[in-house]
Nanobody, 126 residues
């Protein structure tokens, strides 16, 4: 059974940093992209970042470009999200997602992804 498990969320002060991890298991050995989304209370789920199968190509949402970095460890089937210069607007539940239909050019909407983690809370205090 395909499963994604996020970890690393928590409470951080504005200007601080956090690293989120997402461990994949049960996914067939085929190429797929991995992405991060976030959802704040009362708002739609927002694209944060995505990475291609090889980890070479990365994509970011406008609101995190230059502050967040996505990376992928293929040996460990894990994707990371390094978040720097956090501010209150980054407070949300962060979700890891996989799209098993493609290996490159990840989509930027939730409908593009077919496997989801349970989410991890990130709270930035101002």
């Amino acid at each position: 059974q395909a499963q994604l498990v996020e970890s690393g969320g928590g409470l951080v002060q504005a200007g601080g940093s956090l690293r989120l991890s997402c461990a994949a298991s049960g996914l067939p050995y085929s190429t797929y992209v991995l992405g991060w989304f976030r959802q704040a209370p009362g708002k739609e789920r927002e694209f944060v970042a995505a990475v291609s199968w090889t980890g070479i190509s990365t994509y970011y949402g406008d609101s995190v470009l230059g502050r967040f970095t996505i990376s992928r460890d293929m040996n460990e089937d894990t994707v990371y999200l390094d978040m720097n210069s956090l501010n209150a607007e980054d407070t949300a539940v962060y979700y890891c997602a996989a799209d098993r239909s493609r290996s490159v050019h990840p989509g930027r909407t939730p409908l593009d992804y077919d496997v989801w983690g349970q989410g991890t809370q990130v709270t930035v205090s101002s």
